[in-house]
């Protein structure tokens, strides 16, 4: 390549569409925090009973913004308590607010 050429960046960065789709199910698509372990470590449960599998982090923002809605029953203790812990500290929608 020589100097005057622009390299072909599109081979080496992933497009938005394909970035969106390495985050979690539970990720709000503005909320620009990363997912923590595993995209299907809890499922969260909304008050009329439609699930969403997510990451601990992205189970705790969206419990944190949904009335009535919980951790589904077969979650393992540990992770459900970290969603229940991280969604009490956090006002709903955080990222607005830039938390």
């Known amino acids: 390549m020589n100097q005057h050429q622009s390299p072909d960046l599109s081979v080496r960065r992933p497009s938005a569409a394909s970035a ?14 990363p997912c923590e372990g595993p995209h299907d470590a809890a499922t969260i449960v909304d008050r009329h009973g439609r699930e969403v599998a997510g990451c601990v982090q992205h189970c705790a ?35 607005e607010i830039g938390r």
């Open 20 to 33: 969106a789709r390495v985050r979690c199910p539970a990720a709000a698509a503005k909320d620009p925090t």
């Open 61 to 95: 923002r969206l419990l944190a913004g949904l009335d009535g809605a919980r951790v589904h029953p077969f979650v393992p203790a540990r992770q459900s308590l970290e969603i229940y812990f991280r969604a009490r500290e956090l006002p709903p929608f955080a990222w």
